[in-house]
């Protein structure tokens, strides 16, 4: 992963790169039925710049219909925690 960044106020303009090598391997169960379904997962996250977590997180769709659903997920690591919302096509 490699992220730049800019930044820039009255004093000019400040630019950064911070780069790391990792890895992360997760286990988890998923359920549900025709319009609604579940998962809950547990992983390990290593990189370079940063000692090894456990990851854990929790997640869900609604299916509108076959294709379509509205995706959800909460996912915690350290003390860290992200919160993704989404749609999702399947095909």
Do not use: P
Request: net charge negative.
């Amino acid at each position: 992963m490699e992220e730049e960044f800019k930044v820039r106020d009255e004093d000019g303009t400040y630019t950064d790169k911070w780069h790391a090598n990792g890895g992360r391997a997760s286990v988890g169960i998923r359920g549900g039925n025709e319009q609604v379904e579940g998962w809950a997962k547990i992983g390990y996250l290593d990189a370079s710049d940063f000692h090894g977590n456990f990851v854990g997180g929790i997640g869900g769709q609604y299916k509108f219909n076959q294709t379509w659903g509205l995706v959800g997920e909460v996912e915690v690591f350290d003390s860290l925690t992200r919160y993704m919302v989404g749609v999702r096509a399947s095909f």
